[in-house]
């Protein structure tokens, strides 16, 4: 199975500040078709996870340009540019590069 | 829109089984592969398999294997996952996630709300 490890656990980051979380697979998820089989999810308390980033780097529709994600292969980063309060959540990285997708443990991120 | 509603919460014994149901609207059912993806309280995601909607086939996790089955009835748009001989560590948010439709290999596009299973 891909493991996926994310950094940090936990994150405070100021409003309007930089919030940046990090993404590691245990393998490649870069495929011959020039694709990274790599998604962020975005979880608020008692909801359902929901797709920000797909394709390692492209933005869902309706998801604010604050975000962005990138990275290839087996490191990845989401990028909040601008912290608001409305982005505290827990963030998940997750492959569908092959069966059993896998999901990175979580981040927390907080307002400091 | 696309909408996923799944059934309501459940409260099970040790060795009783789940049967969760999952209502497609918005788009074509039979176009779309459907997940089951779990989340034990304060716990990360963990896929549990898949159901191709047009074909009916299917791909489980090993972890799950011979415990899960997922199925569906494409007259009533509804998918179905149904997790036998249950245990307390099966205590968990089941979700059902649509998928992009961008190949075989597809993210989580669209989810369902949740439906809590008690194992106690």
């Known amino acids: 199975d891909i493991v996926m490890t994310q950094s940090p656990d936990s994150l405070a980051v100021s409003l309007g500040e930089r919030a940046t979380i990090n993404c590691k697979s245990s393998?490649?998820?870069?495929?011959?078709?020039?694709?990274?089989?790599l998604a962020w999810y975005q979880q608020k308390p008692g909801q359902p996870p929901k797709l920000l980033i797909y394709w390692a780097s492209t933005r869902e529709s309706g998801v604010p340009d604050r975000f962005s994600g990138g990275g290839s292969g087996t490191d990845f980063t989401l990028t909040v540019s601008s912290l608001q309060a409305e982005d505290v959540a827990v963030y998940y990285c997750h492959q569908y590069y092959g069966t059993p997708y896998t999901f990175g443990q979580g981040t927390k991120l907080e307002i400091k | 829109q696309v909408q996923l509603v799944q059934s309501g919460a459940e409260v099970k014994k040790p060795g009783a089984s789940v049967k969760v149901s999952c209502k497609a609207s918005g788009y074509t059912f039979t176009t779309y592969s459907m997940h089951w993806v779990r989340q034990a309280p304060g716990q990360s995601l963990e896929w549990m398999g898949w159901?191709?909607?047009?074909?009916?086939?299917?791909?489980?996790s090993q972890k799950f294997q011979g415990r899960v089955t997922i199925t569906r009835d494409t007259s009533a748009r509804t998918t179905y996952m149904e997790l036998i001989s249950l245990r307390s560590e099966d205590t968990a948010v089941y979700y059902c996630a649509r998928d992009f439709g961008s190949g075989i290999y597809s993210p989580l596009a669209y989810w369902g709300q949740g439906t809590l299973v008690t194992v106690s």
């Open positions: 159901i191709n909607a047009g074909s009916g086939h299917t791909t489980y």
């Open positions: 393998q490649s998820l870069y495929s011959s078709n020039n694709k990274n089989y």
